[in-house]
């Protein structure tokens, strides 16, 4: 009990009797400082007169220091209320007096009790401590490896020294290892999010050796199946969205459409393995730091993500929440209107950080198989320029407003710009040492500039024309043949010239230019004339149509239609036509180049900050990585919440073992495959998660499992439950997808579920995976888990489960005609298990209650088969039953459950 | 159940005795019905909501009517008599004070869309007459004659405001939030997370005929509240009204039945494994009602079973344009009858109400559409009794500009107006035939106390019997602005 007051007096709680400012007596109950004025001070106060800001001298964090006061004396008065300072500042009828300055006054209650406790001569506990020097937080500390505790009993790696001390610590018995169905299962879902295939699991069970469980391990952490399982635990993080704003219009607000590439980047780059601190610096900084590479480039998804259309504010603003709260486990964004309340960050560090992310824009680069992009769009927020989507592109970032100031506003509205404050520089925060980035300006090379270098892009242009040429020789149409012809010969002499003027090959560049103009000007000239050509011919032939539609409505307004077209088309070739003309009494040098322009430097500001961010000194970096890892394989994170490692965040259950593993992964050049390994293959991971006779006492004391003295069972994700359903029927179809499905698609589709597409508006979840805690595209930093019945009812009513049943028990039908055996075999396929004697029982009696059912359907012709589904019911008792069977094991608990 | 596995703290204990944890709350909730729960406040710790009011309630549940599109308060229930007499004329011409220059003008007009949003100082006069209503004498456009004759038992207020000038205040009006500030849960779902249902067999949370489109999915979303408190849209007329709620093609119901069965078999003896998995019993009594809920939406959903009286009073009869927001309003009225404890209903089209041009022909035609059916509601809840125990809150997102709007050579209608806009509440806990609150003269600006939109949500909970400083979540601070203040001049 924390109750000072009791221990000061000698009785838990007394009562006494005060004066109030109204006359009457009144009797109170005591009030207690450390349970109820400390936290109401700590809450209202502290963030001014604490060990962060001592306005007006005064900090409020201690009783002694209460006493001592601020510049206008002592902010309290023992045993007179209407005396103290700080009582008469929080009851204030003016608003500019009354404290809290910057948030609601405290209510009634509050203030009375607040009066009670000096009344009753304000009490204070002995030894009380100020607030911690901030520099000083855990997480801000430079990361030390600490040494390994000792331990008693068995652990099979360093992980496990710091588990099973802090289970001693607190007088907690460890669960005994889980069995082997339990772990195979456990790994399974873990890593690559599917459960094992029944010949996995007797092959496992079979492996009589020590390191069976390590072989598959092993074998998972390579498996391609880990980079779309930990790619789905990533993209929560990094807040993955498909484009959104009005799909049903198409209107693209949010995010941008091709955002999947960057999907596919981190899948690809989990796989193999890359390191963290590099998968950082792509994220923010691929376009200055690999701006050759566009599948690297994809990486800056992470940012294009943010892109927001009406409001460019808004862009930056997320930018410089989510940059902090994912990588850095810092609430920046509580600096926005004013410093934060917790920790030392100031409002306008918040803007430097902000600084960072002025100069970017959004711009849509050439992709193979997208075609030609011919200007680059520049982003007007509240236009609709950008907001349709179109042909496939890589939608990234690049510096491009490189004299934009970043200014301060005040109240968190842009309008209000504070125009005493000069322009912020890039910063970070300076409590994490992000004072001492260095900016350095880089030049990029020629292809960052003119994307239409590329090999691809001159490739396509090319094949594009001879595919044109050999169609156009086909139709013997000498006139379309000389316009393909000397089109081809254009795009061959625009790329000549462009390789000597941005490449090593040696020539003229000015007679290359002038010619590569010439012949372009004489090819459009060709193409406008065939063009026209074509057009005049459609319009009487339109016209043909017209009159033969005669008094056929549907016929003639179509007609009508074609003919409008067909005109409008002849208007605009004769307009192509003339200015063809035209061009061609001009002789300038100026050919048509293959891509837009972009400028060929960068500010270098978010690769400075990419590189802080991953750098080994950063404090913050490791430790958020590796509570990301541990809270998906734990089902429960070190520190929390994961996005906020700052004053208000919770200490972490074992600060070692976070900087230990934060060591670890710096180590391991950042590697995560190793982290991972390590995990896994620790005892902690390995414990039971069922509370047994031993462990029981363990309930009591902590009966949230904080400590991990047993491995926590939880729901698995809305993805792990689709795509297993898929997985165990063999119907899970893993070719590679370069786009999105739609979400209309979700009950039908054989793919994994992370490649569809996912958007936090109406429509951007899979109805089923709705069901299931898919995540909020906005806000996942940590999934939850529910339970309610429309769960049930999309696992028995969905057609892929419907569909996924039949296929299932019919193989197994195939290869197990006995029935216990059959039931056998569909537990070990969906539930990595066998069944016991009663669960074997109960499902033979199902069985046998569903075929009587069939068999009078059947003599009551009431047994049907039509379902338009691609895999209908069978019409054989015995299958059928099997089938409802298998299907009802989906709606077992374990099924959608880690264990 | 083996007494050792008792020894938890006595709330734990109790919700896993009923099958539930923190996971299960939902299905907690339907335990700790009638009466009033005791405060945890005791322990000081944070636990999840009991599913209990925390004092005495005045209403059980709320049918929230809203109309997407922004409706004119100054064609419905705020008549300005000074539009008609400066018509033509701007707001210089008037002895009002100028409204662009008042204090709160910028702060109540914060644009999505980063560009300034166009000012109409010119008068539009008044585009429908006023008459004086029931013994209150409320006046009511006479595009509303059917709400004009229920007004004795409305509760106008006049003073609302929001801060988006463009429609993601539709989403502001429901979680309290601008599109600018972060997302928080919708009203309908904080009320589910604060109570939870009187009957476990149907969402407690129902929404007809929206969400209005695909970014408005905020307003009936949880958010972090997660997905169990989420709105559930139904569909009335639909073969399946929910999502999975009909069984598959050629399954026999005995067939399922069977199913439903073995699943609560298999589980229950899964959980003797881990007898103190809340979720695993959350699951079992999940199938239960899950088999229950397959039947009851149905039901609830099946206007068929009303009378053709009652069908006609709401409006529904074929080919009339009252008869869909009339289906959902009876709905409505069947769900909160069945327990349900808060119905979103979006009876209208948004064009209606957006009147950017031809304001006239477009609220004439939607007050059309809705004057019956929600005079219809009101009528009935009544006559059932059911008004004493349901809020009723008749709203929308925005007012519109006393002003004309000219953009691109617009003559007839009124732009967006977040500054002063009207709304009514009817049924428990509020007072009949009262107007609260106005605009100034010109029908511009909330006059003080103005209300921000989640003063309606505090006053809601209120009604309930939450609160929702109360119902806060550990790590997710709220601030006063979301919390709003009580309307107390409203209640009854």
Same mark, same amino acid.
């Given at each position: 009990m924390n109750s000072f007051a009791g221990s000061a007096n000698g009785a838990g709680r007394i009562t006494l009797v005060l004066l109030l400012w109204s006359v009457l007596p009144v009797e109170v109950t005591a009030v207690d400082y450390l349970s109820e004025i400390k936290p109401l001070l700590k809450e209202k106060c502290y963030a001014c007169h604490g060990v962060l800001k001592q306005k007006g001298g005064l900090r409020l964090d201690t009783v002694e220091l209460i006493l001592k006061g601020g510049k206008s004396g002592p902010a309290l008065v023992p045993g007179d209320p209407a005396g103290s300072s700080m009582v008469v500042r929080v009851s204030h009828a003016d608003d500019d007096e009354r404290m809290p300055q910057e948030a609601a006054a405290l209510s009634s209650g509050q203030i009375e009790r607040i009066r009670g406790w000096i009344a009753a001569g304000a009490p204070a506990p002995e030894n009380e401590k100020p607030e911690n020097d901030p520099a000083d937080h855990w997480s801000f500390r430079p990361i030390s490896r600490p040494p390994l505790p000792d331990v008693d009993g068995p652990i099979r790696n360093e992980i496990d020294h710091f588990i099973f001390a802090k289970l001693t610590e607190k007088n907690l018995v460890p669960s005994e290892e889980a069995s082997k169905p339990v772990l195979l299962r456990r790994i399974y879902l873990d890593l690559v999010g599917v459960p094992p295939t029944r010949e996995e699991f007797q092959a496992f069970l079979a492996d009589n050796s020590e390191t069976a469980y390590e072989k598959v391990v092993d074998r998972l952490l390579e498996d391609s199946r880990y980079g779309e399982r930990w790619g789905r635990h990533w993209m929560d993080i990094w807040r993955y969205s498909s484009w959104y704003g009005r799909r049903s219009v198409p209107d693209v607000r949010n995010s941008y459409p091709g955002i999947w590439r960057w999907r596919d980047w981190i899948i690809r780059s989990l796989n193999e393995d890359k390191p963290y601190d590099r998968m950082i610096i792509e994220m923010l900084a691929a376009d200055e730091i690999a701006p050759e590479n566009d599948e690297t480039i994809a990486a800056t998804g992470f940012l294009v993500r943010n892109w927001f259309a009406l409001n460019s504010e808004q862009w930056r603003r997320d930018q410089v929440e989510h940059t902090g709260k994912a990588f850095l486990g810092l609430t920046l964004n509580c600096a926005h209107c004013h410093d934060h309340k917790y920790d030392p960050i100031s409002q306008r560090e918040y803007f430097a950080f902000r600084a960072f992310f002025e100069p970017i824009e959004l711009r849509q680069d050439r992709v193979p198989g997208g075609g030609h992009i011919d200007k680059y769009v520049p982003y007007v927020p509240g236009t609709t320029s950008l907001r349709k989507p179109g042909p496939q592109v890589l939608p990234r970032v690049f510096d491009d407003r490189f004299d934009d100031e970043t200014r301060m506003y005040a109240g968190g509205d842009e309008r209000n710009i504070i125009q005493d404050e000069p322009p912020v520089a890039p910063s970070g925060p300076a409590i994490v040492g992000g004072d001492k980035i260095e900016i350095q300006p880089i030049e990029l090379p020629e292809v960052a500039a003119y994307p239409g270098l590329k090999e691809f892009v001159r490739r396509e242009e090319i094949t594009k024309r001879e595919t044109t040429l050999e169609s156009a020789r086909q139709s013997k149409d000498r006139a379309r043949i000389a316009a393909a012809e000397a089109d081809l010969k254009a795009i061959h002499a625009r790329i000549a010239a462009d390789r000597v003027k941005y490449e090593d090959d040696e020539g003229d560049f000015e007679a290359l230019a002038k010619k590569a103009a010439e012949l372009e000007r004489l090819a459009n000239l060709l193409i406008a004339q065939t063009e026209f050509a074509a057009a005049e011919k459609s319009v009487p032939a339109a016209e043909a149509e017209v009159k033969q539609a005669g008094e056929d409505e549907a016929k003639k307004k179509s007609a009508e239609a074609a003919l409008k077209k067909a005109k409008s088309d002849l208007a605009a070739a004769q307009k192509k036509l003339t200015t063809a003309k035209a061009a061609q009494s001009k002789t300038d040098v100026g050919y048509t180049p293959l891509s837009p322009s972009y400028h060929q430097k960068s500010t270098g500001r978010r690769t400075a900050l990419a590189n802080w961010i991953a750098s080994p000194e950063n404090p913050l970096t490791a430790r958020v990585a590796v509570n990301h890892l541990w809270a998906r394989h734990f089902r /429960?994170? #070190?520190?929390?919440?994961?996005?906020d490692f700052g004053r208000r965040g919770k200490a972490p259950t074992h600060p070692k073992l976070i900087d230990w593993l934060a060591s670890e992964l710096i180590a391991a050049e950042w590697k995560m495959k190793p982290i991972h390994r390590l995990i896994v293959t620790s005892r902690a991971y390995r414990l039971d998660s069922a509370a047994s006779e031993t462990t029981r006492d363990n309930l009591a004391a902590d009966p949230d499992n904080r400590f991990l003295w047993r491995f926590r069972r939880d729901q698995a994700e809305a993805e792990v439950i689709r795509d297993s359903i898929l997985h165990v029927t063999g119907r899970l179809d893993p070719t590679p997808i370069y786009d999105e499905i739609p979400n209309k698609e979700a009950d039908t589709a054989l793919r994994r579920t992370v490649y569809f597409e996912t958007f936090p508006e109406e429509g951007g979840k899979g109805a089923m995976v709705a069901l299931f805690d898919a995540p909020d595209p906005c806000d996942c930093y940590q999934r939850s888990s529910t339970v309610m019945p429309q769960q049930a009812l999309a696992i028995l009513n969905n057609p892929l489960t419907l569909t996924s049943s039949r296929v299932l028990a019919r193989e197994l039908a195939n290869q197990f005609p006995d029935e216990d055996k059959f039931i056998t075999a569909a537990f070990e396929s969906i539930l990595t298990r066998g069944p016991s004697a009663d669960e074997l029982a109960a499902c033979r009696g199902f069985l046998m209650k569903q075929r009587d059912l069939y068999a009078s359907a059947i003599a009551t012709k !009431? #047994? !049907? !088969? /039509?379902?338009? #589904?691609?895999v209908p019911p069978s019409d054989k008792p015995q299958l059928r039953s099997r089938e409802t069977l298998v299907q009802t094991l989906f709606g077992h608990s374990e099924f959608v459950t880690l264990p | 159940m083996d007494p050792l596995l008792r020894q938890k703290s006595p709330r734990r204990t109790f919700l896993s005795d009923c099958g539930m944890g923190f996971t299960g709350l939902a299905l907690s909730t339907m335990l700790f019905r009638d009466g009033i729960s005791k405060a945890n406040a005791e322990s000081g710790a944070w636990a999840p909501p009991t599913g209990q009011p925390l004092f005495q309630p005045k209403a059980k549940s709320v049918i929230w009517i809203f109309l997407s599109g922004g409706y004119s308060h100054l064609e419905t229930f705020d008549p300005k008599p000074a539009l008609n007499k400066f018509a033509g004329k701007t707001f210089d011409d008037t002895p009002f004070a100028d409204p662009f220059k008042h204090p709160y003008h910028d702060a109540r007009s914060r644009s999505v869309i980063q560009k300034k949003r166009d000012l109409y100082p010119e008068i539009m006069p008044l585009q429908i007459g006023f008459k004086k209503h029931g013994q209150s004498g409320i006046e009511v456009a006479d595009w509303l004659p059917n709400i004009a004759s229920c007004v004795d038992d409305l509760c106008v207020v006049r003073n609302m405001y929001t801060t988006d000038n463009d429609h993601a205040a539709e989403n502001q009006i429901h979680t309290g939030r601008h599109k600018l500030d972060s997302i928080e849960p919708s009203i309908g779902s904080w009320v589910h997370y604060g109570l939870g249902s009187l009957n476990d067999n149907l969402p407690s949370f129902c929404v007809l005929g929206g969400p209005t489109r695909n970014n408005t999915r905020t307003s009936i979303d949880s958010n972090y509240l997660g997905p169990k408190h989420a709105g559930i849209p139904l569909k009335i007329g639909a073969a399946s009204p929910l999502p999975y709620a009909k069984r598959g093609a050629a399954v026999l119901a005995e067939e399922q039945a069977n199913q439903f069965e073995l699943a609560r078999e298999l589980n229950g003896l899964a959980a003797v494994q881990y007898p103190e998995d809340d979720a695993i019993r959350a699951r079992i009594k999940s199938y239960e009602l899950a088999f229950n809920m397959q039947m009851a939406v149905p039901e609830a959903l099946d206007l068929k079973k009303e009378s053709v009286a009652i069908r006609e009073s709401y409006g529904i009869e074929s080919g009339s344009v009252t008869t869909t927001a009339g289906q959902r309003l009876l709905t409505a009225r069947r769900l909160v009858e069945r327990g349900v404890r808060f119905v979103q209903v979006f009876p209208s089209r948004y064009g209606y109400w957006d009147s950017h041009q031809k304001l006239k022909e477009n609220h004439g035609k939607g007050c059309a559409t809705i004057d019956k059916p929600v005079a219809g509601l009101i009528k009935d809840l009544k006559q059932r009794g059911l008004l004493d125990e349901t809020l009723v809150v008749f709203c929308t997102e925005f007012g519109r500009t006393p002003g004309l709007e000219t953009r691109s050579g617009k003559k007839d209608g009124r732009d967006h107006h977040p500054h002063g806009f009207s709304i009514f509440f009817a049924g428990a806990g509020v007072k009949k035939g009262h107007v609260y609150g106005a605009t100034d003269e010109l029908g511009f600006h909330a006059l003080e106390p103005g209300h921000y939109i989640t003063d309606i949500h505090a006053t809601v909970l209120h009604l309930l019997g939450l609160d929702s400083r109360k119902l806060e979540v550990p790590g997710r601070k709220r601030l006063d602005i979301d919390h709003g203040n009580v309307m107390k001049g409203i209640l009854a």
């Amino acid at each position: 009990m924390n109750s000072f007051a009791g221990s000061a007096n000698g009785a838990g709680r007394i009562t006494l009797v005060l004066l109030l400012w109204s006359v009457l007596p009144v009797e109170v109950t005591a009030v207690d400082y450390l349970s109820e004025i400390k936290p109401l001070l700590k809450e209202k106060c502290y963030a001014c007169h604490g060990v962060l800001k001592q306005k007006g001298g005064l900090r409020l964090d201690t009783v002694e220091l209460i006493l001592k006061g601020g510049k206008s004396g002592p902010a309290l008065v023992p045993g007179d209320p209407a005396g103290s300072s700080m009582v008469v500042r929080v009851s204030h009828a003016d608003d500019d007096e009354r404290m809290p300055q910057e948030a609601a006054a405290l209510s009634s209650g509050q203030i009375e009790r607040i009066r009670g406790w000096i009344a009753a001569g304000a009490p204070a506990p002995e030894n009380e401590k100020p607030e911690n020097d901030p520099a000083d937080h855990w997480s801000f500390r430079p990361i030390s490896r600490p040494p390994l505790p000792d331990v008693d009993g068995p652990i099979r790696n360093e992980i496990d020294h710091f588990i099973f001390a802090k289970l001693t610590e607190k007088n907690l018995v460890p669960s005994e290892e889980a069995s082997k169905p339990v772990l195979l299962r456990r790994i399974y879902l873990d890593l690559v999010g599917v459960p094992p295939t029944r010949e996995e699991f007797q092959a496992f069970l079979a492996d009589n050796s020590e390191t069976a469980y390590e072989k598959v391990v092993d074998r998972l952490l390579e498996d391609s199946r880990y980079g779309e399982r930990w790619g789905r635990h990533w993209m929560d993080i990094w807040r993955y969205s498909s484009w959104y704003g009005r799909r049903s219009v198409p209107d693209v607000r949010n995010s941008y459409p091709g955002i999947w590439r960057w999907r596919d980047w981190i899948i690809r780059s989990l796989n193999e393995d890359k390191p963290y601190d590099r998968m950082i610096i792509e994220m923010l900084a691929a376009d200055e730091i690999a701006p050759e590479n566009d599948e690297t480039i994809a990486a800056t998804g992470f940012l294009v993500r943010n892109w927001f259309a009406l409001n460019s504010e808004q862009w930056r603003r997320d930018q410089v929440e989510h940059t902090g709260k994912a990588f850095l486990g810092l609430t920046l964004n509580c600096a926005h209107c004013h410093d934060h309340k917790y920790d030392p960050i100031s409002q306008r560090e918040y803007f430097a950080f902000r600084a960072f992310f002025e100069p970017i824009e959004l711009r849509q680069d050439r992709v193979p198989g997208g075609g030609h992009i011919d200007k680059y769009v520049p982003y007007v927020p509240g236009t609709t320029s950008l907001r349709k989507p179109g042909p496939q592109v890589l939608p990234r970032v690049f510096d491009d407003r490189f004299d934009d100031e970043t200014r301060m506003y005040a109240g968190g509205d842009e309008r209000n710009i504070i125009q005493d404050e000069p322009p912020v520089a890039p910063s970070g925060p300076a409590i994490v040492g992000g004072d001492k980035i260095e900016i350095q300006p880089i030049e990029l090379p020629e292809v960052a500039a003119y994307p239409g270098l590329k090999e691809f892009v001159r490739r396509e242009e090319i094949t594009k024309r001879e595919t044109t040429l050999e169609s156009a020789r086909q139709s013997k149409d000498r006139a379309r043949i000389a316009a393909a012809e000397a089109d081809l010969k254009a795009i061959h002499a625009r790329i000549a010239a462009d390789r000597v003027k941005y490449e090593d090959d040696e020539g003229d560049f000015e007679a290359l230019a002038k010619k590569a103009a010439e012949l372009e000007r004489l090819a459009n000239l060709l193409i406008a004339q065939t063009e026209f050509a074509a057009a005049e011919k459609s319009v009487p032939a339109a016209e043909a149509e017209v009159k033969q539609a005669g008094e056929d409505e549907a016929k003639k307004k179509s007609a009508e239609a074609a003919l409008k077209k067909a005109k409008s088309d002849l208007a605009a070739a004769q307009k192509k036509l003339t200015t063809a003309k035209a061009a061609q009494s001009k002789t300038d040098v100026g050919y048509t180049p293959l891509s837009p322009s972009y400028h060929q430097k960068s500010t270098g500001r978010r690769t400075a900050l990419a590189n802080w961010i991953a750098s080994p000194e950063n404090p913050l970096t490791a430790r958020v990585a590796v509570n990301h890892l541990w809270a998906r394989h734990f089902r /429960q994170p #070190l520190a929390e919440p994961v996005y906020d490692f700052g004053r208000r965040g919770k200490a972490p259950t074992h600060p070692k073992l976070i900087d230990w593993l934060a060591s670890e992964l710096i180590a391991a050049e950042w590697k995560m495959k190793p982290i991972h390994r390590l995990i896994v293959t620790s005892r902690a991971y390995r414990l039971d998660s069922a509370a047994s006779e031993t462990t029981r006492d363990n309930l009591a004391a902590d009966p949230d499992n904080r400590f991990l003295w047993r491995f926590r069972r939880d729901q698995a994700e809305a993805e792990v439950i689709r795509d297993s359903i898929l997985h165990v029927t063999g119907r899970l179809d893993p070719t590679p997808i370069y786009d999105e499905i739609p979400n209309k698609e979700a009950d039908t589709a054989l793919r994994r579920t992370v490649y569809f597409e996912t958007f936090p508006e109406e429509g951007g979840k899979g109805a089923m995976v709705a069901l299931f805690d898919a995540p909020d595209p906005c806000d996942c930093y940590q999934r939850s888990s529910t339970v309610m019945p429309q769960q049930a009812l999309a696992i028995l009513n969905n057609p892929l489960t419907l569909t996924s049943s039949r296929v299932l028990a019919r193989e197994l039908a195939n290869q197990f005609p006995d029935e216990d055996k059959f039931i056998t075999a569909a537990f070990e396929s969906i539930l990595t298990r066998g069944p016991s004697a009663d669960e074997l029982a109960a499902c033979r009696g199902f069985l046998m209650k569903q075929r009587d059912l069939y068999a009078s359907a059947i003599a009551t012709k !009431t #047994l !049907t !088969t /039509q379902t338009g #589904l691609d895999v209908p019911p069978s019409d054989k008792p015995q299958l059928r039953s099997r089938e409802t069977l298998v299907q009802t094991l989906f709606g077992h608990s374990e099924f959608v459950t880690l264990p | 159940m083996d007494p050792l596995l008792r020894q938890k703290s006595p709330r734990r204990t109790f919700l896993s005795d009923c099958g539930m944890g923190f996971t299960g709350l939902a299905l907690s909730t339907m335990l700790f019905r009638d009466g009033i729960s005791k405060a945890n406040a005791e322990s000081g710790a944070w636990a999840p909501p009991t599913g209990q009011p925390l004092f005495q309630p005045k209403a059980k549940s709320v049918i929230w009517i809203f109309l997407s599109g922004g409706y004119s308060h100054l064609e419905t229930f705020d008549p300005k008599p000074a539009l008609n007499k400066f018509a033509g004329k701007t707001f210089d011409d008037t002895p009002f004070a100028d409204p662009f220059k008042h204090p709160y003008h910028d702060a109540r007009s914060r644009s999505v869309i980063q560009k300034k949003r166009d000012l109409y100082p010119e008068i539009m006069p008044l585009q429908i007459g006023f008459k004086k209503h029931g013994q209150s004498g409320i006046e009511v456009a006479d595009w509303l004659p059917n709400i004009a004759s229920c007004v004795d038992d409305l509760c106008v207020v006049r003073n609302m405001y929001t801060t988006d000038n463009d429609h993601a205040a539709e989403n502001q009006i429901h979680t309290g939030r601008h599109k600018l500030d972060s997302i928080e849960p919708s009203i309908g779902s904080w009320v589910h997370y604060g109570l939870g249902s009187l009957n476990d067999n149907l969402p407690s949370f129902c929404v007809l005929g929206g969400p209005t489109r695909n970014n408005t999915r905020t307003s009936i979303d949880s958010n972090y509240l997660g997905p169990k408190h989420a709105g559930i849209p139904l569909k009335i007329g639909a073969a399946s009204p929910l999502p999975y709620a009909k069984r598959g093609a050629a399954v026999l119901a005995e067939e399922q039945a069977n199913q439903f069965e073995l699943a609560r078999e298999l589980n229950g003896l899964a959980a003797v494994q881990y007898p103190e998995d809340d979720a695993i019993r959350a699951r079992i009594k999940s199938y239960e009602l899950a088999f229950n809920m397959q039947m009851a939406v149905p039901e609830a959903l099946d206007l068929k079973k009303e009378s053709v009286a009652i069908r006609e009073s709401y409006g529904i009869e074929s080919g009339s344009v009252t008869t869909t927001a009339g289906q959902r309003l009876l709905t409505a009225r069947r769900l909160v009858e069945r327990g349900v404890r808060f119905v979103q209903v979006f009876p209208s089209r948004y064009g209606y109400w957006d009147s950017h041009q031809k304001l006239k022909e477009n609220h004439g035609k939607g007050c059309a559409t809705i004057d019956k059916p929600v005079a219809g509601l009101i009528k009935d809840l009544k006559q059932r009794g059911l008004l004493d125990e349901t809020l009723v809150v008749f709203c929308t997102e925005f007012g519109r500009t006393p002003g004309l709007e000219t953009r691109s050579g617009k003559k007839d209608g009124r732009d967006h107006h977040p500054h002063g806009f009207s709304i009514f509440f009817a049924g428990a806990g509020v007072k009949k035939g009262h107007v609260y609150g106005a605009t100034d003269e010109l029908g511009f600006h909330a006059l003080e106390p103005g209300h921000y939109i989640t003063d309606i949500h505090a006053t809601v909970l209120h009604l309930l019997g939450l609160d929702s400083r109360k119902l806060e979540v550990p790590g997710r601070k709220r601030l006063d602005i979301d919390h709003g203040n009580v309307m107390k001049g409203i209640l009854a």
